[in-house]
């Protein structure tokens, strides 16, 4: 029995989990900021430009959930998934399998918290994740994250994971798309790039990594 952690969007899934939850949920509904979804993406869209990090807008996005109940969004999250709105890298269902099978403890790594994603935990068997997680206070979102998981956080909370279940870092295999999965990658003994950025392809061909490409139809 080993570890396998997989980070989940554009990896798991094609698109961005917290993005496409936070689009049918305001079809449904509204944040105190009042902020429509198209005004949202722009203002994320603008600290990106302006070179703000992936960790700041990971903490912008939970901002916005500042006294929402955790309940509501996870009936949303639920809907999200059984309307069908994810798509499914078939190629990385399959690995997820293959390990399963061989008794490897699946841990997804992501930014998008756990209340959006469990549906797809629960359908895929999949007990434990690592994500940002936002701080609640009598079941409604504060707005503050308790546990960040972008970049290099990712590496840390599976080294502490791997290590709180007495599992050598050699043995682990990890799952990623983008260069900010690159230290995760480099944690672990079997590293796969998933339909890999241009600058994750590069590093992948300097360490020699397995690429996995998912099939276009």
């Not at 309307?83 to 078939?90: A, H, L, R, S």
């Not at 230290?183 to 672990?188: I, Y």
């Amino acid at each position: 029995m080993g570890i396998a952690f997989f980070d989940f969007d554009e990896t798991v899934i094609t698109g961005k989990s917290m993005f496409i939850f936070l689009k049918k949920y305001l079809e449904h509904g509204t944040l105190q900021c009042g902020l429509s979804f198209s005004s949202i993406m722009s203002k994320i869209q603008k600290q990106s430009n302006e070179g703000k990090s992936r960790e700041d807008i990971n903490r912008y996005y939970y901002s916005l959930f500042d006294g929402i109940s955790q309940n509501q969004v996870r009936i949303m999250a639920s809907k999200v998934f059984s309307e069908g709105c994810y798509d499914f890298n078939t190629t990385i269902i399959k690995r997820i399998r293959f390990h399963q099978n061989c008794n490897d403890d699946v841990v997804f790594v992501s930014g998008a918290m756990t209340d959006i994603i469990y549906p797809v935990m629960e359908s895929l068997g999949i007990r434990n994740a690592l994500c940002s997680e936002p701080i609640t206070e009598h079941g409604y979102y504060t707005g503050a994250l308790s546990r960040i998981s972008i970049g290099s956080q990712k590496a840390k909370h599976a080294r502490d994971y791997a290590q709180v279940h007495h599992q050598p870092l050699s043995a682990c295999h990890a799952y990623g798309d983008h260069i900010s999965d690159l230290d995760l990658l480099r944690l672990v003994g079997h590293p796969y790039a998933v339909n890999p950025s241009s600058e994750l392809m590069e590093e992948c061909q300097k360490q020699g990594w397995p690429i996995l490409l998912e099939p276009r139809l």
